[in-house]
């Protein structure tokens, strides 16, 4: 079955602890995404990847670190995580398709709350 | 970059009813997607119209772009119980780097 994985699905730490987010995808998709998600704010991305090894800033960067080297895994660090980034965390993929964007797949989600 | 802005926040409807939502954004696009929410889930997509179209339709579906006025409406007819989410727009960039998304409209169909 084509989908996003992402680990843990919930997760309570405290202010400091460096943590990671995995995401997995198995559709061998160029793109993949990191986004947040707020009450009010709707989703704001934080990083994405073009291709392995290729890695850019979104909207709200700081606090977060990404790597891509592998295709299919897109993990989501946080060096020192604080309360400003609870939130839920979204990974998505998607096929580049040439240079028009096909729709976006995303995985389930992961619930963090830093204390 | 741009964020798309949804009309309305929320809206409640009875079942059978149609649903019209709007997304209005500022500079140019490459396309415009549609996607649903449920409740904390991932979000699932709907449809996605280029910036060179008009119209288009899936099932109870239907999406228009009007790129002189920067807006778009999700049309959904005949409503059920189960379209009940959050609907969110979200922009391409014109540059094919970044999906922009709205704040969402919540909609909630009453059976």
């Known amino acids: 079955e084509a989908q996003v994985t992402q680990n843990p699905r919930y997760l309570i730490t405290v202010t400091g602890k460096k943590l990671t987010v995995t995401c997995s995808q198995n559709m061998n998709h160029e793109y993949m995404s990191w986004y947040r998600q707020d009450p009010g704010l709707g989703l704001r991305q934080i990083y994405y990847?073009?291709?392995?090894?290729?890695?850019d800033k979104g909207d709200v960067p700081e606090g977060y670190k990404v790597s891509r080297k592998e295709k299919r895994n897109f993990p989501l660090i946080l060096e020192s995580p604080s309360p400003n980034q609870t939130s839920l965390y979204f990974c998505?993929?998607?096929?580049?398709?040439?240079?028009?964007?096909?729709?976006?797949?995303f995985g389930p989600g992961t619930r963090l709350t830093v204390l | 970059s741009q964020q798309g802005e949804e009309d309305p926040q929320a809206l409640s409807i009875q079942e059978g009813e149609n649903a019209t939502m709007n997304c209005s954004y500022k500079t140019s696009i490459n396309n415009l997607q549609w996607y649903r929410q449920n409740s904390g889930r991932g979000l699932v997509h709907l449809i996605l119209?280029?910036?060179?179209?008009r119209e288009k339709h899936s099932g109870r579906l239907r999406v228009t772009l009007d790129t002189s006025k920067k807006s778009s409406s999700l049309l959904i007819t005949a409503s059920r119980a189960a379209d009940t989410a959050s609907y969110f727009c979200a922009l391409m960039n014109s540059g094919y780097s970044t999906l922009t998304f709205g704040k969402g409209t919540m909609l909630l169909v009453s059976p």
């Open positions: 990847s073009m291709n392995v090894e290729v890695t």
């Open positions: 998505a993929s998607s096929s580049l398709g040439g240079r028009v964007y096909n729709e976006q797949f």
């Open positions: 119209i280029r910036s060179n179209e």
